[in-house]
C-alpha cells in the first residue's frame, strides 16, 4: 500500500545534541510537509518541499532545518534540541500545494528531550 | 490565540449518544477539512467542505459549513466507541492548513 512512513517511532535525545527524523512515502507526490504538534495543541507547519523547492515558516526557529535529497525522503533536522522541542512532529504529503488537496499524513514521531 | 478555534476541547459520552463538535473563527476560508487522529497515529482526513452552507455525510457523521464559510460543526449520530479519537478542523489559508486544537471525543461501551 502507498504510505507515509516515518522513523523513528520515539526518539529520545538529550539536550543540545543534534537529532535527525526521516519521513519516506510512495505516494510519489510533489510536496512534503513537516509539523509540529505538541500536547493539546493544533499541529503547526515549520516548513514544506514542493519538489526541491524548500519553503520555510516565518516563525519556525532557525534550530530547524530540512533536508529532502530526493521524492521519496525528507529529513527533519534539529540542531540543538531543547525541553520546548518535545513534541510530536508529523510528516504529510500532497499531490500539489493548496488546501483542498488531501494530505496524508505519516503516524509521526514522538520526541522526548532529557 | 488560535485561528481557528474548537470546542468543546473535550467530550466523553456513552456509546449510542449523539453529540456536535464546532470549528469557529473570524476569518474566512476557502475550505475546511476535517481529520481524525488515533492515540500513536498521525490526522487522517474524514472531508473537505469548500462551499457555504455544504453539507457532506460520511456514515453517521455530518460535516456543516457555515454559509459565511467561517465555521463548521460535526455531528456524529448513535456514537460508538470506533469513534474515538482527536478530531482536527483545518482551514485553508494562502494555500496552507491551519490546524484547530482539536476536540478529544471519548466514547464509553
Known amino acids: ?114 | 490565540t488560535q485561528l481557528l478555534e474548537q470546542s468543546p476541547q473535550f467530550l466523553s459520552i456513552q456509546e449510542g449518544e449523539n453529540l456536535t463538535v464546532y470549528c469557529n473563527s473570524s476569518s474566512v476560508f476557502s475550505s475546511l477539512q476535517w481529520y481524525r487522529q488515533e492515540p500513536g497515529e498521525g490526522p487522517v482526513l474524514l472531508v473537505t467542505v469548500v462551499t457555504g452552507g455544504e453539507v457532506k455525510k460520511l456514515k453517521r457523521l455530518t460535516f456543516q459549513f457555515g454559509d459565511a464559510r467561517k465555521d463548521s460543526s460535526l455531528h456524529i449520530t448513535a456514537a460508538q466507541p470506533g469513534d474515538t479519537g482527536l478530531y482536527l478542523c483545518a482551514g485553508e489559508r494562502g494555500n496552507k492548513l491551519v490546524f484547530g486544537a482539536g476536540t478529544i471525543l471519548r466514547v464509553k461501551s
Open chain 1, 1 to 114: 500500500d502507498a504510505m507515509v512512513i516515518q522513523n523513528p517511532r520515539y526518539q529520545v535525545t538529550q539536550f543540545g545534541k543534534p537529532v535527525t527524523l526521516s519521513c519516506s512515502q510512495t505516494l510519489n507526490h510533489n510536496v512534503m510537509y513537516w509539523y509540529q504538534q505538541k500536547s493539546s495543541q493544533a499541529p503547526k507547519l515549520l516548513f514544506h518541499y514542493y519538489d526541491k523547492d524548500f519553503n520555510n515558516e516565518a516563525d519556525t526557529p532557525d534550530n530547524f532545518q530540512s533536508r529532502r535529497p530526493n521524492t521519496s525522503f525528507c529529513f527533519l533536522d534539529i540542531r540543538s534540541p531543547g525541553l520546548g522541542d518535545a513534541a510530536m512532529y508529523l510528516c504529510a504529503t500532497s499531490r500539489v500545494v493548496g488546501g483542498t488537496d488531501t494530505q496524508y499524513f505519516g503516524p509521526g514521531t514522538r520526541l522526548t528531550v532529557l
